[in-house]
Nanobody, 114 residues
Framework: QVQLVESGGGLVQAGGSLTLSCASS???????MAWYRQAPGKQRDLVAR???????NYANSVKGRFTISRDAAKNTLYLQMNSVKPEDTAVYYC?????????WGQGTQVTVSS
């Protein structure tokens, strides 16, 4: 079992920056992980993912603005969000794939004002 807890969401103005964190309950956790987001009335979409060896990929809508990273020693996944736009407003979820099962955090709200 893995527990994931997101933090760092909030209200930010368009063009600003925000950093999301996701703490895992397992030490030195290097499973494939990802950030997803879900806007009201829409499906949950992949934002960025990072593999066990550190490779990353991003949704086209955030490429060049968002950066996913992890600190295995702190058991924490990050999402650095720069140049945010109103369309980035959503609940952001942390995801981990571990032994074939998906684990999710409870989500953190990000609201970007124009």
């Amino acid at each position: 079992q893995v527990q994931l807890v997101e933090s760092g969401g909030g209200l930010v103005q368009a063009g600003g920056s925000l950093t999301l964190s996701c703490a895992s309950s397992r030490s030195r956790f290097i499973a494939p992980m990802a950030w997803y987001r879900q806007a009201p009335g829409k499906q949950r979409d992949l934002v960025a993912r990072i593999t066990s060896d550190g490779s990353t990929n991003y949704a086209n809508s955030v490429k060049g603005r968002f950066t996913i990273s992890r600190d295995a020693a702190k058991n924490t996944l990050y999402l650095q969000m720069n140049s945010v736009k109103p369309e980035d407003t959503a609940v952001y979820y942390c995801n981990a794939l571990w032994f074939g099962s998906d684990y999710w955090g409870q989500g953190t709200q990000v609201t970007v004002s124009s």
